[in-house]
C-alpha cells in the first residue's frame, strides 16, 4: 500500500531553518506530484507547496506567505520530496504534511491529492 512519511519537524526559534522530509513507498513515485500542507492550530488545513512530476521539469508552486523563504523539491531516486524551510516565523507553527497527486501536474487544491502522510509538527517560537 502506499505510505508517506513525514519526518525533520521540530521545535525552532523564529529566524531558523528546519528541512521536512517525505519519504514515499508504494507507488511510482517520479510520476507523482508531490504537496505540502500545513495545518495550524484552530485553522483549516492549507496549501505550502508543491512540485510538479518530473516529466514536467518538476515545475514548483508556493504560497504567497512562504515565497522566499521554502524551497521544495524531489529526488525519485530516493522517492523523497524535502521542504527547506528558512526564516521561520511563529506564524509557520503548524502540523506539516505531505501528500501525492497521480497524473503528475501539481495542484494547489487539496482535494487533487490521493494519499497523505501523518503529519510531522513544527512549532516556531519567537
Known amino acids: 500500500q502506499v505510505q508517506l512519511v513525514e519526518s525533520g519537524g521540530g521545535l525552532v526559534q523564529a529566524g531558523d531553518s528546519l528541512r521536512l522530509s517525505c519519504a514515499a513507498s508504494?507507488?511510482?513515485?517520479?510520476?507523482?506530484?508531490m504537496g505540502w500542507f500545513r495545518q495550524a492550530p484552530g485553522k483549516e488545513r492549507e496549501f505550502v507547496s508543491a512540485i510538479s512530476w518530473s516529466g514536467s521539469g518538476s515545475m514548483t508552486y508556493y504560497a504567497e506567505s512562504v515565497k522566499g523563504r521554502f524551497t521544495i523539491s524531489r529526488d525519485n531516486a530516493k522517492n523523497t520530496v524535502y521542504l527547506q524551510m528558512n526564516s521561520l516565523k511563529p506564524e509557520d507553527t503548524a502540523v506539516y504534511y505531505c501528500a501525492a497527486k497521480p497524473y503528475g501536474l501539481a495542484s494547489k487544491q487539496q482535494m487533487s491529492y490521493a494519499y497523505w502522510g501523518q503529519g510531522t509538527q513544527v512549532t516556531v517560537s519567537s
Open positions: 508504494g507507488l511510482t513515485f517520479g510520476s507523482y506530484a
